[in-house]
C-alpha cells in the first residue's frame, strides 16, 4: 500500500502540473480539494484520466469522482479494489 | 449605427438562410448519433454535413474549413452590390479551432474525397490568421483579415468587432463569417470534459446530459442603412473559472445589462448548450435581468453547438423568426429543469415585437450580448446601450509598458536582471516577481507568458487588485494556441495511447490567457482575442481604440503575445487609458 501512495503521489504531481512540489509534501489523508493542495473541477477531470491510463479503471460519470479524490488514501483504497492493471 | 445587408447559412441544414430558416421552422434537426467516428473510442451525437453536402463545396487547393467559410461568404455577396475589393471593407472571421484537423494529417482519416495537396502551406495552415488570409484572398478582399478567437462567444464578439469598426469610421462594410468543422480533436477534447452526450440534447429540459457539437458556417454582411440594426453590443468577463460559468451568471448578467434599454424585446436568443451547469447559470442571470417573461429562443436542439459559427448562425436564425413574426419552439426541451425563473417553450409562438438580443457564454469566463432591432429608416440617434458615439475618436495613451522575449525582459524600458531563458526564463521571472498563485503551473506556455507580463505590467502600475468591470483584457497573435494544440494532439493521435488530457485541451483556446488575468485581478470588464496573420501594429491601434467604444471600458490591457513554440516567443503588452 505505501508503494501505491506513493506512486500515485508523483503521478498526481505529474499529471496536476504541481511542478514544486515533491510527494512528501502531499499529506496522505489530507482533503485533495477544497483548502487542500487548491484543486479544481479541471483537475479531478484529470484525475478520471489518471485512473484509467494507469489503472485501467473507467469512471463514466465525475460525480463518482468526488468520492473517490477525498485524499490519496482513499485513492489508493479504490485502486487497489478496482485496477484492472 | 450598422445593419445587417445580407447573409448565408451554410449547414447540415442547408446551403442558404432561407433553406435554413425554413428546415428549423418545420422541426427537422441533422443531429445524429455517430459511433467510432474518426475512431472516438465513445460515440457521441452531433450535426455534421454529409459527404455529398462537403464534396459540393470542396474547393481545389483549399481545407475542409476554408471551403465552407468560402462557401457561405459567397453566397451572402450574391445578394449585395458591395465592391469588396475596396480598402473601406473587412473581413471578420469568428472560429474557435479552424483548420485544426491539419494537425498531424488527422484531416484524412474520414473525408477520402480530399485530394488537395496542403504540402505547400503545412506549417502555419492550422493558424486562422492564415486560413482568414487565404479565404480573404480567394474572395478579391484587399484589407487585412481579423480572426476572433473568443472560445465559443466568438460569433457574437465578431459581430461587436464589425460594430466598433464601422461606426468607428474605419471601414464602412464588414464581412462576419463564422464557420466551425468538427475533427477528432474537437469532439474528443468535450468528451473529455464529459461535457458530451451521445444522445439528442435538450436544452433548458430537467434530463439534459449534455452537448451536441456542430459544424457549419454563418454569413453576415455588415454595412450602414436601415434593416435590422445592431443597435449595441457587449462583452463580460465571469472572472470566476475557467470552465465552469459563474453559479450566479455575473459576467452573462453584465454583458446583458450592457444591451437592454426600454425597447420590448420578441426574444432572448440563449446559449442553451444542455450542459447541467450552462442552462442553470443563464436562468439564474435572466431572471437577474428581469426578463423571466421574455420568450426564450433556443436552437442547439436543431444544430448542436456550432462553435465560432454558432453566434452568427443563431443570430440569422433568430433575426429570420422575429420578422416572420414567431418566436421558434426549443427542440429538445419539454420539462424545465433549471432553477431561475424562464419563459421557455418546444411550441412555436407569435410576436409582433420587432428587437431581439442573442447570448453566447464561453470558456475563460467570457459572455457576449448583441441586440437587434429593426428600424425602417436610418436612425441618427446617438448610439445607445453599452456603447458612446464613436466620432468623439479617443486617443491611445500608454501608461505602462512590459515586453518579454524568450531572452529578456523589460518594464517601462528598464531591462530586469534574469539569468534563464526560454521557457525557464518565465518561470525565473514569476518566482523572482510574483511567486504567489500556485495556478502559474499549470498553464500552458502562452498563458504563462500572457500572464506573467501582465503581472509586471499591474505591478508596475502599483494599483491594488480590486473588482471592477471598467477594465478589459485584450490580446492579439499570429499562432493562436499552437502549443497547447500540438501538445493536446500528443494526448489522442494514438488509439493505443488515448487519452485525451481535459486540462492541455483546455488551453488550446487561446482566449484562455484573458480568462487568467481577468479571474486573477477580478476583472469583469471586456476579455477579448484576436488573431493576424501577421503582426500589424496599426491594425491592433485601430481595434485597441473603437474597444473603447464599451462605455464602461476606462483602461485595457492590450497587447501582442506571440509563442509559436515553448522557447520562443515575444508579448508587448500595454495598459492603455481612454
Not at chain 2, 275 to 303: C, F, H, V, W
Not at chain 2, 426 to 435: A, P, Q, V
Request: hydrophobic share 35%; charged share 25%.
Amino acid at each position: 500500500m505505501e508503494e501505491l501512495i506513493l506512486q500515485l503521489k508523483n503521478q498526481i504531481i505529474e499529471a496536476l502540473n504541481l511542478e514544486e512540489m515533491e510527494p512528501e509534501e502531499i499529506e496522505t489523508d489530507a482533503p485533495l480539494f477544497g483548502n487542500g493542495l487548491g484543486l479544481d473541477s479541471i483537475d479531478a477531470l484529470e484525475l478520471i484520466v489518471l485512473l484509467e491510463k494507469n489503472y485501467g479503471i473507467k469512471l463514466k460519470n465525475p460525480a463518482e469522482g468526488k468520492e473517490i479524490f477525498k485524499s490519496v488514501a482513499c485513492i489508493a483504497e479504490y485502486v487497489q479494489q478496482n485496477r484492472t492493471k | 449605427m450598422i445593419s445587417a445587408i445580407s447573409t448565408n447559412i451554410t449547414s447540415p441544414l442547408g446551403m442558404t438562410t432561407e433553406q435554413n430558416y425554413q428546415a428549423v421552422k418545420s422541426g427537422c434537426s441533422a443531429l445524429t448519433r455517430f459511433e467510432g467516428k474518426w475512431g472516438l473510442q465513445e460515440a457521441f451525437a452531433g450535426s455534421l454535413f454529409t459527404d455529398e453536402q462537403m464534396e459540393s463545396m470542396m474547393i481545389d487547393g483549399f481545407t475542409r474549413f476554408e471551403s465552407v467559410v468560402l462557401h457561405s461568404v459567397k453566397e451572402a455577396l450574391t445578394h449585395t452590390s458591395i465592391d469588396i475589393s475596396s480598402s473601406r471593407v473587412v473581413f471578420i472571421l469568428s472560429t474557435t479551432k479552424g483548420n485544426v484537423e491539419m494537425l498531424g494529417g488527422e484531416r484524412s482519416t474520414d473525408y477520402g474525397q480530399q485530394t488537395t495537396d496542403y504540402g505547400l502551406r503545412s506549417d502555419e495552415a492550422e493558424y486562422p490568421g492564415s486560413a482568414a488570409k487565404l479565404i480573404a484572398s480567394a474572395l478579391g478582399i484587399t484589407t487585412a483579415p481579423i480572426v476572433v478567437c473568443n472560445a465559443c462567444i466568438s460569433g457574437v464578439a465578431a459581430q461587436i468587432l464589425a460594430q466598433r469598426l464601422i461606426d468607428g469610421g474605419v471601414y464602412d462594410y464588414a464581412i462576419v463569417a463564422g464557420a466551425e468543422v468538427q475533427s477528432k480533436f474537437i469532439v474528443s477534447g468535450f468528451q473529455s470534459f464529459k461535457a458530451v452526450t451521445d444522445e439528442i440534447c435538450r436544452p433548458f429540459d430537467i434530463e439534459r446530459l449534455g452537448l451536441n457539437l456542430g459544424e457549419g458556417a454563418g454569413t453576415i454582411v455588415f454595412g450602414k442603412g436601415e434593416g435590422w440594426n445592431l443597435t449595441s453590443g457587449c462583452i463580460r468577463n465571469d472572472a470566476y473559472h475557467l470552465s465552469s460559468p459563474h453559479p450566479q451568471g455575473e459576467g452573462y448578467y453584465l454583458a446583458l445589462q450592457g444591451v437592454l434599454d426600454n425597447t420590448p424585446l420578441a426574444t432572448l436568443g440563449v446559449h442553451g448548450t444542455a450542459t447541467m451547469y450552462n442552462d442553470q447559470m443563464e436562468s439564474k442571470a435572466i431572471q437577474r435581468a428581469g426578463l423571466s417573461n421574455t420568450p426564450l429562443t433556443s436552437l442547439k436542439g436543431y444544430y448542436g453547438h456550432t462553435m465560432g459559427a454558432a453566434g452568427v448562425i443563431e443570430t440569422i436564425i433568430t433575426m429570420c423568426a422575429t420578422e416572420d413574426g414567431v418566436v421558434l419552439g426549443a427542440k429538445g426541451f419539454e420539462e424545465i429543469g433549471v432553477s431561475g425563473k424562464v419563459d421557455i417553450s418546444s411550441e412555436e409562438r407569435k410576436t409582433d415585437k420587432k428587437a431581439f438580443v442573442k447570448m453566447l457564454s464561453g470558456f475563460g469566463g467570457c459572455n457576449g450580448a448583441v441586440h437587434y432591432q429593426k428600424k425602417e429608416v436610418p436612425s441618427n440617434s446617438p448610439i445607445r446601450g453599452g456603447f458612446v458615439d464613436t466620432k468623439t475618436s479617443v486617443g491611445l495613451k500608454v501608461s505602462h509598458s512590459v515586453k518579454i522575449s524568450s531572452k529578456e525582459a523589460f518594464v517601462d524600458g528598464v531591462k530586469l536582471e534574469t539569468t534563464a531563458e526560454g521557457k525557464a526564463l518565465l518561470k525565473e521571472l514569476y518566482k523572482t516577481h510574483i511567486n504567489d498563485y500556485i495556478k502559474f503551473y499549470k498553464m500552458d506556455i502562452l498563458t504563462r507568458l500572457t500572464f506573467v507580463a501582465s503581472e509586471l505590467l499591474l505591478k508596475a502600475e502599483g494599483s491594488e487588485p480590486k473588482e471592477c468591470e471598467d477594465r478589459a483584457v485584450i490580446i492579439f497573435n499570429r499562432s493562436s494556441s499552437i502549443v497547447a494544440d500540438k501538445q493536446y494532439y500528443e494526448t489522442i493521435k494514438d488509439d493505443a495511447n488515448y487519452f485525451p488530457s481535459p486540462s492541455v485541451f483546455l488551453y488550446t483556446l487561446p482566449n484562455l490567457t484573458t480568462g487568467e488575468i481577468a479571474i486573477r485581478n477580478h476583472f469583469y470588464g471586456e476579455t477579448s482575442f484576436y488573431i493576424l496573420p501577421e503582426k500589424n501594429q496599426k491594425l491592433m491601434d485601430e481595434i485597441i481604440r473603437v474597444s473603447f467604444q464599451d462605455k464602461k471600458t476606462k483602461s485595457i490591457i492590450a497587447g501582442w503575445i506571440e509563442c509559436p513554440d515553448e522557447d520562443n516567443f515575444e508579448a508587448e503588452l500595454n495598459i492603455y487609458n481612454q
